[in-house]
């Protein structure tokens, strides 16, 4: 190397332009690595037509190679200084971006969500990842205690990577949470190297991100190892993944079935690690008697967050408790008037449509459920109605067919009578994401009985709003009880998600020098 050659590349180095041609091969340290599984294709949403290059699954040896080289820059990219870190994190930022808007094209295509929605998780994309950034600039995240024991024992403490995370992307939402998404954000932002799974509902977009991000590390002259994709259609790759010894923890976002599939697996290893699984949830809405002076206006805020995406987000408000009676009975009326009026969309993936048209069906076919409202389906084959349907309390405990999640634009409303039986409702239910509450002041005593039952129940407790939207900030909390997540005590969004991948170790009795920088008596005092 000549002497003059700076070895670490500065951030600020100019980002790559624009979308460069697809492979479909995975990459493994930076480097390109065909599969060797049968050949398939990305799919467009809105046709089921085939296109793009084709993928082919990464072999047992490429997962373990993955791995391996994960573990070999694990040290390294943990001693990295704060600012090295944060600037990589920058540079993912910037090297998105650069892609344009034929990443939002490709997105679109493949995922049937619109270029502007997709255009606005891009814009969360980045701003996590920058937010990740002034997190490991502020040193906060590794939570260093400086402290003396009864006995006046020096008793020092700061929080360490847990080593190499394995990462599997969200169908729902292909950048926010997919290859550079929260659970890779927030992994890299505490010092672990991330293996990605890509999501085979929109493998290109996977592609382009793991490429924007492997170009950062290039650029910041983070170690290659640092960042890996594999490409995977089955359930072969990830669960080769999961286990792998050489990695020491997963975030998850997807289907209770897949989610406990990798719970499973994390735990049946010679060394359990945990599995950090964001799974599903009905997004339990309750409508006290206050909120419903204006039914209009609350149905159209109820029918845009239940029909927003074509309702396949985790928050989506999946079930709506609402008091029975003529103000009950007018909501639903208007429910039914504003729902008319919607068009559904085309859904993420042909199979994710089949589901949801069976699941409006089972939920049709119990006794005692009937349609309430219904939308216009959109056009071509997978843009199903949005559909809203009713029961009553009592039908609601009875079957069971009516408790679980159908993915999509679909809600179901049961109608309660006095307190104590809403209160029945909730206590039955699993652990949700987020909880809502809706009413005025003259039901703050029910709202407050109400209260500590959702606390308990969900990760997020709303009033007055709806639950789509999650926003990305210091204080959001994205989880929940099980089987919302199998991790209650964390978060996917937000800040606090870095402690997933961090654990505590305590320094007792060290002299100064051989200290971490930030637990020396020097770095404390300035």
Known sequence: MNPTENPHPSADAHPSAGLAPLTGHSLLAGREVPGTGAPWHAVAAATGEPFGPPYRDASPEQVAGAARLAAADARAFRALPPERRAGFLDACAEEIEALGDALLELAARETGLTPSRLAGERGRTCGQLRLFADLVRSGTALGARIDS??????VRLRRVPLGPVAVFGAGNFPLAFSVAGGDTASALAAGCPVVVKAHPAHPGTGEAVARAVTAAAARTGVPAGVFSLLVGRGHEVGLALVGDPRIAAVGFTGSRTGGLALVAAGQARAVPIPVHAEMSAVNPVIMLD?????????AEGYVASLTNGAGQFCTNPGLLLLPAGPAGDAFLAAVARTLKAVEGQVMLTPDITRAYTEGVRRWAAVPGVREAARGTAGPGPYAPAPAVLTCDATTYAAHEDLTGEVFGAAGLVVRW???????????????QLTATLHGTGADRTTALKLLPVLEELAGRVLWGGWPTGVEVCHAMVHGGP??????????????LAVERWLRPVCYQSFPDALLPDELRTRAAAG
């Not at 307190?419 to 206590?427: D, H, K, N, P």
Request: negative net charge; hydrophobic residues 30%; charged residues 20%.
């Open 417 to 431: 009578s006095g307190t104590e039986e809403l209160l029945r409702l909730l206590e039955g239910l699993e652990g």
């Open 149 to 154: 024991g009864p006995s006046g024992t020096d």
């Open 482 to 495: 099980w089987p919302a997540t199998s991790s209650p005590a964390t978060t996917s969004v937000g800040t």
């Open 290 to 298: 206050g909120a419903l002076a204006e039914p209009d206006r609350a």
